[in-house]
């Protein structure tokens, strides 16, 4: 007669919603004044690769990758609010992180603040 064996399946204690963890400030080596208005300026925020841009009352922080496949938003071309990916052309609004071509789609954003002239980014 075989015996018959039960398994005993542990899960990890998952954490992945990163949404619900308080932001952690990270100063970059970014000066406010070279972040332009016509493209993206690629900074970390810990260990984090992310695009400033320059909008007409501040600046904005987004992943430096598209939700679409990945390509650096920073070599987008910039017009106003609106990013174009590089890689398929997707529009993006800065400001509200939405996907104009595929609304689906969203931009990950992060809380900026300026202190003495630096950029800081909370991720
Ligand atoms: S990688 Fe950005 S639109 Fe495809």
Known sequence: MVEK???EIVLPDWD???EEKAPEWFKTT???SQVKS????VTHAGFLKVALFRLRDG???IKNACPHAG???SGGSCRGELVSC????WAFNLRTGACLTRPIFELRRYPVKIKDGIVW???
């Open 59 to 61: 600046i904005v922080a």
């Open 71 to 73: 390509a650096p938003l």
């Open 38 to 41: 016509d493209r993206g300026t």
């Open 16 to 18: 992945d919603d990163e």
């Open 5 to 7: 064996k039960r398994l």
């Open 86 to 89: 590089p890689r398929h052309g």
């Open 30 to 32: 970014i000066k406010a």
């Open 121 to 123: 980014v909370a991720v």
